[in-house]
């Protein structure tokens, strides 16, 4: 006997629950009631119940045996008085109502990790490492994730380079292509707080390059810049200053030579 | 147990400043860097057998794969860590909780729950 809702039809649950039910009134279906129970004469004898669907001996069973069929659930059959009353579980003594943080004494790691703030990036948790590491592994297929889907097939051993092999890394002399430059270009380091309300004015930060020379330069430009400003102002003031028209200037200069005479 | 990962940090970061190191030679190759390439060359590959002989200390090591995840996206791999406490906690508050109602008497004033009728079953 199974039971199904159109509107749940795959309440798998469910209909366990209902085979056991079936399990309860068996394969065979209900004997007919006597005929004398329906006030009428002893009419013919009501047919055997049809054989289970195993077979084997002992096939007259009472109809109201639980005949449970051969694939029925161990806990079903092994349950206690009632039917479908399972044994419960044995009790433990921890449970989820205590503090398991506490219980497996993960306070310090709880607040290290949840006390304070976390910085988001990569190169916060490996900042000694060099290279664009914050930039994710799908684009230059270095990720992780490829790694163990597909293990690269090694040799099983390290074996030295020997001189033969070491000629094959013969290379032109000379900088790179830029295409391979991008390789060593390393994130712009933060800078502090005076620094960088001054480099505010200036240029964006140029990314490392591996000659020493051209950051020598750069470095130079940067800190002439400043300073060229500088210059170009306390110029401009001064010749305000000495300039006739500045009504400033020339009274100053009337009492100085008032003064020398 | 922190000893070995001592180890492995230590040859981690020796391999990575050398692979460093090469970059920079080849980044403006000169013929008087071939003695120095040829060294680095070989500097890789005892590194890699050094890191390899740290393996071996290591098998019992496990590590999650939502932690390379983090990694690959290029997210530190501790908000992981701050996430499964986060969450633990969560789930430990919930269940609480539900042990908590279910300790308590029935909203009717019984104190016994009733049995399930199975009448209403067809």
Do not use: W
Not at chain 1, 155 to 168: E, K, Q, R, V, Y
């Amino acid at each position: 006997m199974k039971t199904t809702d159109a509107r749940h039809p795959d309440r798998a649950g469910a209909e366990k629950t209902m085979e056991n039910f079936s399990a309860l009134f068996g394969a065979q279906a209900d004997p007919p009631p006597p005929p004398t129970a329906l006030g009428f004469g002893p009419g013919k004898p009501p047919p055997p119940p049809p054989p289970p669907p195993g077979g084997g001996p002992g096939t007259a069973q009472p109809p109201t045996a639980a005949t449970a069929p051969p694939g029925a659930d161990k806990s079903a059959a092994g349950c206690g008085p009632f039917y479908l009353m399972r044994e419960l579980p044995g009790s433990t003594e921890l449970t989820g109502s205590t503090n398991l943080i506490t219980h497996y004494n993960l306070e310090h790691s709880y607040n290290k990790f949840c006390g304070k703030k976390v910085k988001e990036k990569l190169s916060n948790f490996l900042p000694d490492l060099p290279g664009m590491i914050d930039l994710p592994g799908s684009h230059d297929n270095s990720s992780l994730r490829s790694l163990i889907e597909k293990p690269p097939i090694l040799g099983g051993s390290f074996n030295p380079i020997t001189g033969t092999m070491l000629a094959g890394f013969r290379l032109h002399t000379g900088p790179l292509p830029e295409q391979c430059r991008l390789m060593h270009i390393q994130p712009p380091k933060k800078k502090n707080k005076h620094k960088h309300k001054q480099s505010r004015t200036q240029d964006p930060v140029p990314p490392e390059t591996p000659s020493d020379s051209d950051h020598k330069k750069k470095k130079k430009k940067k800190e002439e810049d400043p300073e060229r400003k500088r210059k170009k102002k306390e110029k401009k003031k001064k010749k305000n200053r000495h300039s006739p028209d500045h009504p400033g200037v020339g009274s100053s200069q009337a009492s100085s030579s008032s003064s020398l005479r | 147990m922190a000893e070995k990962f001592d180890h492995l940090e230590e040859h981690l970061e020796k391999f990575v400043e050398n692979i460093r190191q090469l970059g920079i030679i080849v980044s403006d190759f000169q013929p008087s860097s071939q003695a120095g390439l040829n060294q680095k060359l070989n500097f890789i590959v005892t590194g890699l057998q050094d890191i390899d002989k740290c393996r071996q200390q290591l098998h019992d090591i496990t590590v999650p794969l939502e932690v390379f995840e983090y990694i690959d996206q290029g997210r530190n791999p501790q908000l992981y860590t701050k996430e499964c406490l986060e969450r633990a906690l969560a789930k430990n508050e919930q269940v609480k909780g539900k042990i908590d109602t279910m300790k308590l008497p029935r909203i009717s004033g019984r104190t016994e729950p009733q049995a399930v009728s199975c009448a209403g079953v067809e």
